[in-house]
């Protein structure tokens, strides 16, 4: 032994910079072995790092909250809550249930893949989930098309459902497939049918299930959301409005068109990169929405039927009632965004309970400002979504309001006021499954939905959606009450309202282009995902009591009750 090492010794004194390199890749793996051990360490279970929990109980029971240490700066922050999962939220009674869901994770549980499963071997016309309803197979002739809508091809990953996503996406009625990988969208169609023998090909993504044949369509019947009807192909309907007092200082741009269609007047309005397709008539207007022609006011639809020149099953309005489509153009008046030029001197909490839309709210209050809005947490996707608050320690003074779901008096107490939205707990319930089991703009599984997972889930949330809502009214030292349910009804003046609780001047043309944009990118799919009502007697029972408590307690102190859809019949 010790003659190889004289041997080793010898070698290495007449080679120097053969001995030095062998340091350094010994030193550089002895580091990499050094890091890795200490992200392994800290991304366990176990490891909770700067986490805040917040343990909230029903009004009727005893409150408590527990709060970790915080991290020593915003860069310590960021890196611990990078290594840990979105969001730590969530009722006290839930963290069992948490650490055993981890367990089902590493044991491979994973429903939508056994729904899949179920589903597979199956054709999409027995499959009836809500989302669309096979209605036959059509002809389809090239200079003809039965539909003539938009539509696009894939000719290795073509299904059924992708084609009926991206048309109910665009607001279609129907969706066609040909030759295995085309799919197409339209409002009617316009062709006749043929035998389902003829529409005999594999869909090119899923062989179990048939896409169309040689000019032949496979197509459906799309069940859509509300939202989604409202649409017409990229453009979406805003519905008929008089005439402005003066036309020409409200819409300042207009054509004449031949043959008027609602495509050839947004496509016109496009091109002229305006936020407003206004048809009267054989007339098209183009503008963005001002003071002047502002689309509150609307008026009855039947007063804008007025058949197009161009194609008999659209209206185009007339002289005295407009027509209104908005465009895919963006409207830049509210698109400019940044941090707070001073430190913010209070802080104010944009409260909610999960589901109820604080996202949502977060994107109207940053385009309604022109400022950032923060988090109590910090969730990577949001970050990337244009969010940059999101990264901001929620201490920073940087945002104009901080995000968060936490309940406690600890907690509440250490902001100075706050934004509090309430939302319909049968609503907020079914956002939040929908986005735990399928992501912010995703869906859960059928199999969720009648596993016991939304059993379990509604046991342990309910009550948090009560206690969550009574914990800032008692320890919130200003509190302004904004439910989800009248934003959606009246944005323009919910939302000045909110402005001018931040303390801020109130910009019309701004909350103008806000509602133009008030979607961002948070809508989930415009196709219907349930179809039944998974609420059980014994669970309505006892959400309505808690929609009382709730009610009664916003009373108590001068407030308006909740929404009269909140309450039980």
């Known amino acids: 032994m010790a003659k190889t090492l004289l041997k080793i010794q010898r070698y290495f004194r007449r080679k120097p910079v053969r001995f030095f390199s062998l340091i350094l890749l010994y030193l550089t793996a002895g580091s990499l072995v050094f890091l890795h051990s200490g992200f392994v ?208 200082l409200a819409l300042p741009f207009s054509a004449v068109i031949q043959n008027m269609s609602v495509e050839k007047c947004v496509d016109m309005c496009t091109e002229k990169e305006k936020t407003l397709a206004v048809l009267a008539g054989d007339r098209c207007y183009c503008a963005f929405p001002t003071s002047r022609f502002s689309l509150h006011e609307l008026e009855d639809e039947g007063m804008c039927v007025h058949h197009c020149h161009g194609e008999e099953f659209e209206s185009c309005g007339n002289n005295e ?74 201490r920073s003074g940087r945002t104009i309001c901080i995000k968060t779901h936490e309940s406690g008096r600890k907690e509440i107490e250490s902001f100075d006021s706050s934004i509090l939205m309430i939302r319909n707990p049968y609503k907020a319930l079914m956002a939040e499954f929908n986005r735990k089991y399928g992501g912010h703009i995703g869906f859960a599984s059928q199999a969720h939905w009648k596993g016991k997972e939304w059993p379990e889930f509604v046991k342990n949330y309910a009550p948090w959606w009560a206690s969550h809502t009574l914990d800032w009214l008692n320890y919130g030292k200003t509190v302004h009450v904004v439910h989800f349910e009248n934003v959606k009804r009246d944005l323009f003046s919910q939302l000045k309202g909110m402005v001018q609780f931040l303390g801020l001047k109130v910009s019309e043309d701004r909350l103008l282009c806000v509602e133009g944009q008030k979607d961002g990118n948070f809508k ?46």
């Not at 611990?80 to 249930?97: D, I, L, N, Q, V």
């Open 41 to 248: 360490g800290n991304s366990g279970p176990g490891a909770r790092g700067g986490s805040r929990d917040a343990v909230v109980a029903s009004e009727m029971g005893s409150r408590t909250s527990v709060s970790d240490t915080r991290g020593l700066g915003i860069m310590s922050r960021v890196f611990k809550e990078t290594r840990r999962s979105g969001r730590r939220y969530g009722p006290p009674w839930m963290k069992k249930a948490r650490q055993e869901g981890r367990e089902t994770v590493r044991r491979g549980g994973d429903y939508t893949n056994n729904w899949n499963r179920a589903l597979k071997g199956r054709s999409a016309k027995d499959v009836d989930d809500g989302r669309a309803k096979y209605i036959g197979c059509y002809i389809d002739e090239t200079q003809k098309r039965a539909l003539r809508g938009v539509s696009f091809f894939d000719y290795k990953k073509m299904t059924v459902f992708r084609c009926q996503d991206n048309c109910a996406e665009r607001g279609y009625m129907y969706a066609g497939l040909e030759f295995g990988a085309e799919c197409y969208c339209g409002h009617k169609i316009q062709a006749p049918n043929a035998s389902d023998s003829e529409c005999n090909m594999e869909c090119k993504g899923e062989k179990s299930n048939l896409c169309g044949g040689a000019n032949r369509l496979s197509i459906y019947r799309l069940e859509l959301s509300q939202e989604s009807a409202r649409r017409y192909g990229s453009a979406i309907f805003k519905g008929c409005f008089h005439r402005p007092d003066n036309v020409t």
């Open 321 to 394: 009632y407009f027509v209104v489509y908005q465009t895919q153009v963006q409207d830049n008046r509210c698109m400019d965004r940044h941090f707070l030029p001073t430190r913010a001197k209070q802080l104010v909490a944009l409260a909610s309970f999960p589901g109820a839309g604080n996202t949502w709210a977060r994107h109207l209050i940053e385009l309604a400002t022109g400022f950032y809005t923060g988090s109590y947490y910090f969730d990577g996707s949001l970050y990337n979504k244009g969010f940059k608050g999101e990264r901001d320690h929620w």
């Open 524 to 569: 989930r799919s415009g196709l219907r995902k349930l179809e039944y009502d998974p609420y059980t007697p014994e669970m309505r029972a006892n959400i309505n009591e808690l929609i009382r408590t709730v009610d009664a307690a916003l009373r108590k102190r001068n407030m308006s009750g909740v929404p009269e859809e909140y309450m039980p019949r």
